[in-house]
């Protein structure tokens, strides 16, 4: 079967959804960015399982599960009964890709229908290591750079945009009943839920959620150096996207963290400073 329709929506996919982050950018060397497109759109597509529409929890896990079944296919070296599965699983093949990780997002995205309180730091970042940090790690696998170094570096900055996502999405997430702030930290800091309902930026919050951008922050400077580790574009793109999450946070700070009224997004001026970051290296 050709496998060219379903590689052309995906890069369609990845460049019609906003990011606040480079999807097969065109910094990419152009060889990567067919199978980063394919790697979005199997990510994208069960996020969407598990959070778009109005489905039912056992709709949305059946639909998880039909992944799972054709990632299982790939694995038993059987043909997929969708196109895009075929083509993931050429790409696959091709690119000598592990296939752990697209089971870890699955099971992320699953724990995202039946699971909606986290309660501590330690709970949000086993999350995180399902979530985002397998992304990364396709990633390095497609650079040929999955040394263990590398993927340490990785996971710092994978888990940190997953924690800047979701300061960032607060306001949307409770609007599905779900807070990825640790439980832990709300009860230390006297913030309710309620609060967080009303969308109340008053009393501690603000010092509440200085503390959840500092600590995405170191995380994210501790992965930092993968940007100067990896070659070239690639490397340049890697310091594109950690410039993009350092300026994010910047913006959480200067709004006190009030993203009931102030949800940070990246326009030209930040792209241009973020540009002028990576390429400097600073």
Not at 2 to 31: C, G, Q
Not at 160 to 172: E, K, R, S, V
Not at 196 to 209: K, N, Q
Not at 224 to 238: D, Q, S, T, V, Y
Request: hydrophobic share 40%; proline share 5%; glycine share 6%.
């Amino acid at each position: 079967m050709n496998t060219k329709a379903p590689i052309e929506a995906s890069l369609k996919l990845a460049h019609t959804h906003y990011e606040n982050f480079p999807v097969a950018s065109i910094l990419l060397p152009k060889r990567l960015r067919e199978p980063v497109a394919l790697i979005y759109a199997f990510a994208r597509q069960a996020d969407d399982f598990a959070d778009e529409g109005d489905l039912l929890p056992e709709q949305r896990l059946a639909l998880l599960d039909g992944f799972k079944q054709e990632l299982d296919r790939i694995q038993q070296n059987a043909q997929p009964n969708t196109e895009l599965f075929i083509a993931l699983q050429a790409t696959i093949n091709k690119r000598q890709l592990p296939i752990q990780p697209f089971y870890d997002l699955l099971d992320a995205f699953s724990q995202d229908v039946i699971k909606n309180r986290y309660q501590d730091f330690g709970d949000v970042m086993n999350y995180c290591r399902r979530s985002a940090n397998p992304v990364g790690r396709l990633m390095l696998s497609l650079y040929q750079a999955d040394t263990p170094r590398n993927i340490g570096m990785a996971d710092a900055i994978c888990s940190a945009l997953q924690l800047i996502n979701f300061l960032q999405d607060i306001a949307i997430d409770i609007q599905k009943d779900r807070i990825y702030l640790p439980q832990a930290d709300l009860e230390k800091y006297k913030v309710s839920e309620a609060q967080i309902i009303r969308g109340d930026a008053s009393g501690t919050w603000g010092l509440m959620m200085e503390f959840q951008i500092n600590r995405a922050r170191k995380l994210l400077q501790s992965g930092a150096p993968l940007g100067l580790a990896l070659p070239g574009r690639i490397g340049f793109e890697m310091r594109m996207i950690v410039a993009g999450g350092e300026r994010v946070l910047k913006k959480l700070h200067q709004a006190h963290g009030n993203v009931f009224e102030f949800r940070p997004q990246l326009g030209k001026k930040d792209w241009l400073y973020i540009a002028y970051r990576a390429f400097s290296k600073k």
